[in-house]
């Protein structure tokens, strides 16, 4: 199925032919109140949305809606989550602002930017017809406290204000901590009445959350035993009718904008993308969101389904191992890769349309650029194109000569290497196959190995390969995560000495000088909206010079949407823009009520 990691971060979205003036008049209606009727106005009319995403049945799968239980059911349906419970908001990228679920839209940030006020939407319901208020807000974050949730690096505390509203208090202005909480789909607190009580105990004095009290408070929490999920969104899972293969989500009528919706159930169907494939060509599924080949997209293309390409702000990138490759410390052989590596080529080889060819090497999507970097910085940055001719000068200029067709290094050795690559995903195989044969052809003879992608990681994260390809950026509309990435997950910051890609951070650039780059990632997340841009710029900058990871490839969604089956996609919209793995646009559409069944 999809790699649904952020640090994959591959992914495809959808979309149907309607009239894109009825479909932005009716995304500028916005969230209006919820309206419910008794039994909802698509009862029994039989109107089924087909959908994929893989989950596990119990024991191994289980019905936990708090996010970050192992084997959560709910959690693991990805952007159908969205519609089972319901997040504070879904976030509109290209428009920086937050389309409102939960929260309601008065919940704000105050001008200093240290305080946010969540207030609940006021009429909300739960499943079993009792109240969601803010004490269930409240509840859920105090759990997530004690399992160690990232949102609490930026938290300085939570005060429950009284029944509508939630104050939370940050140690700094920090927007991605506002975006975590606005993502985070708050649960029952009468589902977890075993362990609420202990978890507000918990965060009010404020104990470690790696502490043996918080760890074994989290165990309890994940043992909390859940038979039927109560829900807060249109949607609850059938538990009943549940296969290896698919399960059905069924309109739950307490629900936010039950009555709105235009379908009475989704089918969920669970496997790899083979799998998914054929139900796909027969119009089983409606929208899918795997990674398929590029030849598969082509007969979507050809029984006349349309294809939505929204960028995922990330893909694959080559990793160097500094501790066993040292010649790579020198930047300019870094930039020389960059220069020869065709990577527009690896891209249509990988995904077709799906892949654009990383042009600015700075850590961020080429999109994000103009949103990032000031324009004076972007007007100076390197654009890496296709350039042998400079490539060669500069391996020249580091002490590497030609033997015959044979690049060597200034150490006099022989430029050749092993490149792993996570072999069971088709396209990013197909990107290490690419670099390989490119960089054999320009004298550095390469040699691809593609490994399972759990053991791929682990071998990467200890330092055991050469080269490696690895992911850049992350599914995450603010830059940290992406500088997290490139910079600290796969280096010795996360890992210890002597393991990962062993790059230091304390660096010289020429166009900044001195630099501590892992001080500045940690920053970046802090300050005004203004000051997170000044800060993104500084790293943008060193990125495009040092090269300590080189991404290769972007990846675009190549999701299928089956027209002769699902209408009311538009044909633009400001949300095409969003990562389909962090903020998927398909709830957005039902919630607006704009998706039905062909008729």
Known sequence: MTHTTARRGLGRCIVAAVSAVVATAMLLTGCSAAGRSPTGNNAATGRNFGADQSFDLPPKGNFHTLSGVTGSIPTNLGYLNDMIMLPGGIYNWEKQQYYYLLADESSALSPDGLTFNYKVREGLKWSDGSALTAKDVYNTFVMRYAMQQPVFNYIKDIELVDDSNVKFTLNSPAPIAVYWIMRERPASSAQYSAVVEDAAALFKKKAAPDSDEAKALSARIAEVKIDQPIVSGPFTINTSTMTNSQLTLTLNNNGYRADKVGYDTITVHSGSTETITPLVLSGDVHYATDGFP???????????????????????????????????????????????????????????????????????????????????????????????????????????????????????????????????????AATGQSLAEQASAFGIK??????????????????????????????????????????????????????????????????????????????????????????????????????????????????????????????????????????????????????????
């Open 294 to 428: 590029v030849a598969t997209t082509k007969q979507f293309e050809q029984q006349g389904y349309t294809i939505l390409r929204p960028p995922t702000y990330t893909g694959p990138a080559l990793f160097f191992n500094y501790n066993k490759l040292p010649e790579f410390k020198d930047k300019r052989v870094r930039q020389a890769f960059a220069f020869f590596l065709n990577r527009n080529e690896m891209g249509t080889i990988s995904l077709g349309d799906s892949g654009k060819g990383v042009r600015y090497m700075t850590g961020l999507s080429d999109n994000a650029i103009e949103k990032w970097v000031t324009p004076e910085a972007a007007s100076k940055l390197t654009a890496y194109d296709l350039d042998e001719a400079r490539a060669t000068q500069l391996l020249q200029e580091a002490g590497w000569t030609k033997n015959g067709n044979q690049w060597v290094t200034s150490e006099g050795k022989p430029a050749q290497y092993d490149l792993v690559f996570p072999g069971d995903y088709v396209d990013w």
């Open 446 to 599: 390469i040699t691809p190995i593609g490994v399972d992608s759990s053991q791929q990681e682990v071998d990467v994260q200890g330092g055991n390969f050469q080269l490696a390809i690895q992911a850049w950026g992350a599914s995450n509309p603010f830059p940290t995560d992406s500088y997290n990435a490139t910079l600290i997950n796969f280096n010795y910051p996360m890992l210890g000495e002597g393991k990962g890609t062993g790059f230091g951070l304390q660096v010289e650039t020429d166009v900044l000088g001195s630099m501590n780059l892992e001080q500045e990632v940690r920053d970046s997340a802090f300050g005004t909206p203004e000051e997170q841009v000044a800060k993104t710029t500084r790293l943008a900058q060193a990125f495009n010079e040092l090269l300590p990871v080189l991404p290769l490839v972007e990846r675009f969604g190549n999701n299928p949407v089956v027209t002769n089956k699902v209408a009311g996609f538009p044909e633009k919209s400001d949300y095409y823009m969003n990562s389909f793995y962090s903020d998927n646009f398909v709830p957005v559409f039902f919630y607006e009520g704009m998706l039905s069944p062909v008729q």
